[in-house]
């Protein structure tokens, strides 16, 4: 597609249960980023893949956190046992390494509410 | 560790006012990208401007300008002329390449232009 696709866009759930978040990044875009903005905050950075390397996972907030991704596809942000502080907006963002670097492209993000 | 400042919170002007937004960045790093964004009330994160830490000319785009200071690590933003559209949230972000390029955002600062 022509930008980073999320969805759900809206996502509400019950305190305790697990919750999937996905992202499509633009095609041929090697890195991908996830980032959390809670209300009225700034975006804090979870998680980035680049490629086939390790990623680099400094900014996941607890263990209840994990993010994969095939190749350098479709990645999934999974959040287990969600808690009232886990509502926010999750926003993916992909860019391209080539003979230059080029920025990113954000998605519309996920609003997440957990009840 | 990278970290960026945006000490205003939240800035009221009257439309056709002049307002100037300040970042403040540390890095250790020599080479890194300083970015606006701009996130309206609708929430997506609108890309502003991009600047490499080696070019430190100042820009001008329209009604927005920034001036791009290394000695003082400021890259201050200037909307000329407020009009009630640009109200919204504005966040100063810094990459550094030997972190992978993730972004590190400020706070925001929420401008709000009065008619």
């Known amino acids: 597609g022509a930008g980073v696709s999320q969805s759900p866009s809206n996502k509400v759930t019950e305190k305790g249960k697990d919750v999937e978040l996905r992202c499509d990044p633009i095609?041929?875009?090697?890195?991908l980023y996830w980032y959390r903005q809670r209300l009225g905050q700034g975006l804090e950075f979870l998680i980035y893949?680049?490629?086939?390397?390790?990623?680099?996972k400094s900014g996941l907030p607890s263990d209840r956190f994990s993010a994969e991704r095939t190749g350098e596809s479709v990645s999934t942000l999974t959040i287990q046992r969600t808690q009232q502080e886990d509502s926010a907006v999750y926003l993916c963002?992909?860019?391209?390494?080539?003979?230059?670097?080029?920025?990113?492209?954000f998605g519309s993000g996920t609003r997440l509410t957990v009840v | 560790a990278q970290k960026v400042t945006q000490a205003q919170t939240e800035i009221s002007v009257v439309e056709k006012e002049d307002v100037t937004l300040d970042c403040v960045y540390e890095?250790?790093?020599?080479?890194?990208?300083l970015f606006w964004y701009k996130q309206p009330p609708s929430g997506e994160l609108v890309f502003l401007i991009r600047?490499?830490?080696?070019?430190?000319q100042n820009e001008i785009s329209g009604r927005y300008s920034w001036n791009f200071q290394k000695s003082t690590s400021s890259f201050n933003f200037t909307i000329t002329a407020s009009q009630v559209v640009d109200s919204a949230v504005y966040f100063c972000?810094?990459?550094?390449?030997?972190?992978?390029?993730?972004?590190?955002f400020g706070g925001g600062t929420r401008v709000l232009v009065k008619p």
């Open positions: 963002a992909s860019s391209h390494y080539g003979t230059g670097w080029y920025g990113y492209t």
């Open positions: 095609s041929g875009h090697t890195a």
């Open positions: 893949f680049q490629g086939n390397s390790a990623p680099d």
């Open positions: 890095t250790r790093d020599t080479t890194y990208y």
């Open positions: 600047r490499n830490s080696f070019d430190e």
């Open positions: 972000a810094l990459s550094e390449v030997t972190a992978g390029n993730k972004l590190t």
